[in-house]
C-alpha cells in the first residue's frame, strides 16, 4: 500500500470501535502514526495494543474541552506534531421520533447526542487548531447519510448530523486557504454504535443498533449498490480526504452510502431487472 500519511501524525476520537477503529487501522497502514482517543478504557486499549509503537491510546471524553486538550498534547508529546484531526465519536437516539417521546425523553435524549456529535466535534476541532496551523494539517469529520436524508435515524441524531454538515461547512469556509476540511458520510454500517445510555448516557438499552432483527436486509434493499459498505470503505474515504492528493478539495462532504442519493421517487433502490 502507498504509504500517503509517512510521518504523519492523525487523531482520531471514537477509535475503540467501528468506523474510528478502521480509520486507525488505514491511517497506521498507510505509515502515520494514530493518537486512538475514545471512552471505552477497554476498547481504546486494545486498539493501542494491536497497533503497537504507530498507536498511543488516549481515554478521553470527548464532550469535555479539557479532554480534548489533553488527546491533542498526547500527539505532540508521544510524536512532536499533528497533521490531520478526525472527529468521529458518535452515540445513537434509538430511531425515536418526536411522536413517540414526550418532554422528560427528549430532554434525556438532547443533550447526550448532540454533546457527543456535535460538541464532541466542535470542541475537538477547537483544541486540534494550533497544532493543524503548526503542520498545515487538514480535518476530517465523520457526518451520516442522516445528515442529507431523512429516515436515516430518528428525529435527535438527524439533527445533529445535519448540525455537523453546518459545521465542517462553515470549518472549511473560516479555516481557508490553510486548513482543508471535509466529511465522509457513511450509510448503514455494521459497527458497535450504541444509543446513548450504555455509555452511561441515561437512555435506551445496551445493544449495538444494528441487533435490530431484519436491519442488514432494510439497509441492503434501500441501497442502491444492494451493499452495505463496511467500515473500511469508509476509512478509504477518510484517508483520501486527508492526503495531498485532495489538496483541492474542501468544504465537502462525500456519501459513502451505496447510492442514497439516486434512490427513486419511492425510496426505491432502483436498478435490480438488468
Ligand atoms: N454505523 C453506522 O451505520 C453509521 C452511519 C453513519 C454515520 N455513523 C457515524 O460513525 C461514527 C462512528 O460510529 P460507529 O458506527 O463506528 O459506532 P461505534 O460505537 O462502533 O464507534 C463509536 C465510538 O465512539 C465512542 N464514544 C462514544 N461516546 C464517546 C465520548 N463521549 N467520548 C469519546 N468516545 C466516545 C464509543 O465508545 C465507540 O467506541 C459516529 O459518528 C456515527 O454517528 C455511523
Redesign the pocket.
Known sequence: MVKRFAGRVVLV????????RAYCDRFVEEGARVVA????ER?VQTVGAALGDSCVAVQ????SAQDNERAVAAAVDSFGRLDVFVG?????DGFLGLAHTDNEQLEKLFDPVFA??VK?YLLGARSALPKLLDSGGCMVF?????GSHTNQGGLIYTMA?HSVIGLIRELAYELAPKIRVNGV??????????NAVS?GQDFGDDRS??DAPGMGDFIAASTPLQRIND?ADHAAVAAFLASSEAAGITGVVVPSDGGYAIRGATGAAGGGDL
Do not use: C, E, H, Y
Not at 476520537?13 to 474510528?20: D, L, P, R, Y
Not at 465523520?142 to 442522516?146: E, G, I, L
Not at 458520510?185 to 450504541?194: A, E
Open positions: 476520537t471514537g477509535a475503540g470501535s467501528g468506523i474510528g482517543v475514545d471512552i471505552d476498547k478521553a471524553d470527548v464532550t468521529n465519536a458518535g452515540v445513537f457527543v456529535n464532541g465523520t457526518a451520516s447519510s442522516a448530523k458520510s457513511p450509510g448503514g454500517t455494521f459497527t458497535d454504535m450504541r455509555l443498533v444494528f467500515t
